[in-house]
C-alpha cells in the first residue's frame, strides 16, 4: 500500500525555537495533505489542509502564523511550528491523499518543547 | 465542533469476547472509515463503508451504517489481545471541503 512518511518521530526543543516536520509520500503523488495534532489520549484534531502550489487552508482556531505550511511539491508537505511553547507540545499527523480519494497516513511526529 | 461522538470511551473486554464501538457524526457523508492507533503511534485504515452501504465485513471486522440515524458501528469478533488500541471512526463529508473529521475514540483493552 501508499507509504507516508513523518520526519522527525520525535523531535524536544527549547521553548522559543521553531521546528519543522517533513511529511513525504514516498510512492505516489499527493496534491492534498492534511496535518492534524492530537493530545494524549484524544482525538485527531484537523489543523489544515495543504494543497500542492498554493496557500494552506486553516481550521478555525489553528494560528496560521505559527504554525506555516508549506507544499513546495507532489510528494512534500512541511509544517513549522514557529516560536514554540510548552503548550505545543503534541503528537503531529500528516497524512496525503492518493487515487480514489484515500488517505494515507504517516507514523507521526512528538513534538516536546520544554 | 464537526467531530463525531463514540461510545463507549473505553471498553475492557476479555480475549474471545466481541468489541462493539459505535460512532456518531453530524454532516452528509460520501464514507466512514474506521481506523486503529497503538498508542503511540500512526494510524492504520482498517475499513470503510460507502454511504450507499449498509454492512461491510472485512476478516474479523464487521461495519454496519445508517445513514438516517447519522450512524456506524464496528464489531470486532474473537478479540485477541493484539486488538488492544484505540479506535476511530472517520467521515468523509460531502461538498467542495471534503475532509476526513474524526470521532473521539474508544480505547479497548483486551485481556488474556
Known amino acids: 500500500g501508499a507509504v507516508v512518511s513523518q520526519h522527525p518521530s520525535w523531535v524536544i526543543c527549547k521553548s522559543g525555537t521553531s521546528v519543522k516536520i517533513e511529511c513525504r509520500s514516498l510512492d505516489f503523488q499527493a496534491t492534498t495533505m492534511f496535518w492534524y495534532r492530537q493530545f494524549p489520549k484524544q482525538s485527531l484534531m484537523l489543523m489544515a489542509t495543504?494543497?500542492?502550489?498554493?496557500?494552506?487552508?486553516?481550521e478555525q482556531g489553528v494560528e496560521k502564523d505559527k504554525f506555516l505550511i508549506n507544499h513546495a511539491s507532489l510528494t512534500l508537505s512541511t509544517l513549522t511550528v514557529t516560536s514554540a511553547h510548552p503548550e505545543d507540545s503534541s503528537f503531529y499527523i500528516c497524512?496525503?491523499?492518493?487515487?480514489?480519494?484515500?488517505?494515507?497516513f504517516g507514523p507521526g511526529t512528538r513534538l516536546t518543547v520544554l | 465542533s464537526q467531530q463525531g461522538e463514540e461510545d463507549p470511551q473505553a471498553l475492557s473486554i476479555q480475549e474471545g469476547e466481541n468489541a462493539t464501538m459505535n460512532c456518531s457524526y453530524k454532516?452528509?457523508?460520501?464514507?466512514l472509515q474506521w481506523y486503529r492507533q497503538n498508542s503511540g503511534r500512526g494510524l492504520v485504515h482498517l475499513i470503510l463503508i460507502r454511504s450507499n452501504e449498509r454492512e461491510k465485513h472485512s476478516g474479523r471486522l464487521r461495519v454496519t451504517l445508517d445513514t438516517s440515524k447519522k450512524s456506524s458501528s464496528l464489531l470486532i469478533t474473537a478479540s485477541r489481545a493484539a486488538d488492544t488500541a484505540s479506535y476511530f471512526c472517520?467521515?468523509?463529508?460531502?461538498?467542495?471541503?471534503?475532509?476526513?473529521?474524526f470521532g473521539t475514540g474508544t480505547r479497548l483493552q483486551v485481556t488474556l
Open positions: 472517520a467521515s468523509w463529508n460531502t461538498g467542495t471541503a471534503s475532509k476526513l473529521t
Open positions: 454532516t452528509s457523508i460520501n464514507n
Open positions: 495543504s494543497n500542492e502550489g498554493s496557500k494552506a487552508t486553516y
Open positions: 497524512s496525503a491523499r492518493g487515487g480514489q480519494g484515500r488517505q494515507f
